[in-house]
């Protein structure tokens, strides 16, 4: 196994651990920074993600982001282009299904598609994170893919983990977009 994949292994075991007590916890602290998150409370569309795998969970801030007219946007494995990820609007009606992965996700609905480009604020789950903004995910290359333009529009990626992610530094690759802003329980950290 190559470093990515055992520190991979290694921080997925560590967030899997956490308690219910733990991630509750964890999910409250989430909710009050990003409500309070200056950029969030400007923006209308917002993308997301439906935790697994004992990532922060991002429910709560789910339903503040209802409670305030943001529109809501999940990630989608797309259908035949590898690799890449659809973003679609999520309401409280939404259907939900289990992907390949056996995380949950919105039907697919071409009507329902949101362009990266049209998206204000991107917060994408993370295994592991330096002090650099350095991001490893799960291995997909999903995010990176998504993100490998955001500089060139007005979408802004902030990313979302557990203080027990914060790594000594992870080993990149050409291909890694690292994260303008990361956000844990009890930091935000600010890379640029
Ligand atoms: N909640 C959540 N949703 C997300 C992501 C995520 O990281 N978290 N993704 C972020 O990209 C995408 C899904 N990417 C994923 C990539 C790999 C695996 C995974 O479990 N891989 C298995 C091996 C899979 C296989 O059988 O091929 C593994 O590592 O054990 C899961 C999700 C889109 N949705
Ligand atoms: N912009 C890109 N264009 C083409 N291939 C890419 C791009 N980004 C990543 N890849 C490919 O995706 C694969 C997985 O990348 P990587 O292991 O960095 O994913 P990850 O960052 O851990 O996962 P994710 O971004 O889905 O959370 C690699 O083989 C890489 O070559």
């Known amino acids: 196994m190559n470093t990515r994949s055992q ?15 733990e991630q509750s916890n964890a999910a409250t ?10 950029q969030i409370q ?15 969970s991002t429910a709560n801030f789910i339903d503040w982001c209802w409670q305030n007219h943001k529109d809501v946007y999940l ?12 973003f679609l609007h ?15 996700e919105p ?5 329902k598609v949101c362009p ?19 991001r490893l995910g799960m291995g997909g290359g999903f995010y990176d893919r998504s993100l490998a333009q955001w500089q060139q529009t007005k979408l802004y990626p902030i990313g979302l983990a557990h203080d027990c992610q914060l ?16 956000i844990t329980p009890s930091k935000n950290y600010q890379f640029i």
Request: hydrophobic fraction near 40%; proline fraction near 6%; include cysteine.
């Open 7 to 21: 520190l991979r292994k290694e921080i997925r075991q560590r967030r899997n651990a956490l308690s219910v007590t």
């Open 167 to 182: 790594v000594e530094k992870v080993p990149t690759e050409s291909w890694d977009i690292p994260l303008p802003e990361i």
């Open 90 to 104: 999520y309401q409280q009606d939404t259907k939900l299904v289990s992907n390949m992965y056996g995380i949950l």
């Open 75 to 86: 990630p989608v494995v797309h259908p035949f282009s590898k690799g890449n990820l659809l």
């Open 29 to 38: 602290a989430l909710t009050e920074r990003l409500s309070n998150h200056n």
């Open 42 to 56: 400007q923006a209308k569309r917002i993308a997301i993600y439906l935790s697994n795998d004992g990532e922060l």
């Open 107 to 111: 039907q697919l609905d071409v009507t």
């Open 116 to 134: 990266l480009q049209q998206l204000d604020i991107i917060c994408t789950p993370l295994v592991a994170f330096d002090n650099s903004g350095a």
